[in-house]
């Protein structure tokens, strides 16, 4: 996809991080865009805040992306105000859980809906209608660099974003397959400085814990201190928007950001086909 001037695109996640900046990139090549984010609060300041910059419409639209209704719902508002959908950003993501024996069934549900589930959802809804256009489209799937190497974040976290690589690299060759006029990518990126960590704000009160978390460590409060003050040095949303873009115009696969985990990435690889237990850093 090359031509991205009066076409649409449709975000999740919209309203924040690396969803706000694609918003931003979007309006900046000309696009229509369809916001769809759960903060509704920040969801309207923000969707006002853009519309002033352009001329193109920006819809706002308070969605819980982990319900397939509500992204039906996006899909058809957005062809009903505009005709179809170009751009489809699965964009949507949280952080919640533990290790693979302590995140609660609350956790994995809403880990999984959100990053997981919303990303299946937004395919079944919305490549049917690419396929009824037949006119150039392309999807970006967000995952996390977490999805290509092993063991590096909490267990739910990790698991969603294995699997939206995996989805997306059999999305690829699913549309292949059609000869369809779709691209797609699956975006990785390392550290990003977005408000990730406290995702918690957003999280549906059926989905919440019972019982609340046992009080931080020390060890674990410097832990988690030094965790954000690696995030707020590093790469920027607005850079995010910009690799991805080009990756779009080169209808590349995978979406990588920062080199700095090639490494990890091909000792991972190695470790499969040698057989080696990977050692804990």
Known sequence: MQDFEGKVAVITGAASGIGRAL??????????????DIEEAVLEQVSAELQATTNNKVLPIVTNVALEAELTTVRDRAVEEFGGVHLLFNNAGVMAGGNAWNATQKDWDWVLGVNLWSVIYGLRVFIPQMLKQDTPCHIVNTASVAGLIGGSTNAPYSVTKHGVVALTENLNMDLQAKNARIGCSVLCPGGVNTNIFDSGRNRPSELANEEASAAPTAEGEQRM??????????????EIAEIVFDAIR????YILTQDRFDEMIRTRAENIITGTNPVRR
């Open 23 to 36: 918003t931003e990139k979007c309006i900046a090549e000309g696009m229509h865009v369809v916001m769809a």
């Open 225 to 238: 201190a030094k965790i954000r003050g690696i995030l707020r040095k590093s790469m920027r949303p607005v």
């Open 250 to 253: 080169h209808n590349r696969l």
